[in-house]
T-cell receptor, first 111, second 117 residues
């Protein structure tokens, strides 16, 4: 059974820092992995989708990597800003329609 | 594109009442998911539709829950009768591809926050 873990559960950093969020999964037979951002009281906003055949994806200040053999994905945020404060979730695509979500990392970027 | 549209955004109701949540998927997306999010259990898949057909409803907690997708532009999630433990945020999500290993990107609505008193 696929299990997805995100550590740390919460993170507080000063503005301008580069930071890394982690997502670990137990079964390497995945279809894809997606990173989301969730603001309080809002829905999930898709940030990056990495297919199983890919190693990384980039969008602006965000870079996500995928290492299936080690069961890990990282989301790198460059030059963090207060507007980046949110909860970040990863979702592992473990079947044609099964997505296993992590419990998220709550990020606070201090001005 | 307006994205996935859900209504109502907030619903407060009394135990025993019927609740209907609505979802309008992104045009052209043929896969639709209903999820429930709680602090204790995170995001749970309730039901998955592909081309308007329910494929997997094993996550629907009880017979009190039902979902329909009468056409490609509309889906409903109904709870009858509602109970306090149904209080949660219910999300609709859609995806442009179905059943492919390369699997498309999931797009979520803003959610419907349900409070059952």
């Amino acid at each position: 059974k696929q299990e997805v873990t995100q550590i740390p559960a919460a993170l507080s950093v000063p503005e301008g820092e580069n930071l890394v969020l982690n997502c670990s999964f137990t079964d390497s037979a995945i279809y894809n992995l997606q990173w989301f951002r969730q603001d309080p009281g809002k829905g999930l906003t898709s940030l990056l989708l990495i297919q199983s055949s890919q190693r990384e994806q980039t969008s602006g200040r965000l870079n996500a990597s995928l290492d299936k053999s080690s069961g890990r994905s990282t989301l790198y945020i460059a030059a963090s800003q207060p507007g980046d404060s949110a909860t970040y979730l990863c979702a592992v695509g473990s079947g044609t329609y099964k997505y296993i979500f992590g419990t998220g990392t709550r990020l606070k970027v201090l001005a | 594109d307006a994205g996935v549209i859900q209504s109502p955004r907030h619903e407060v109701t009394e135990m025993g009442q019927e609740v209907t949540l609505r979802c309008k998927p992104i045009s052209g997306h043929n896969s639709l998911f209903w999820y429930r999010q709680t602090m204790m259990r995170g995001l749970e898949l309730l039901i998955y539709f592909n081309n308007n057909v329910p494929i997997d409803d094993s996550g629907m907690p009880e017979d009190r829950f039902s979902a329909k997708m009468p056409n490609a532009s509309f889906s409903t999630l109904k709870i009858q009768p509602s109970e306090p433990r149904d209080s949660a945020v219910y999300f609709c999500a859609t995806r442009p591809t179905s059943g492919r290993k390369s699997g498309g990107e999931l797009f979520f609505g803003e959610g419907s926050r349900l409070t059952v008193l």
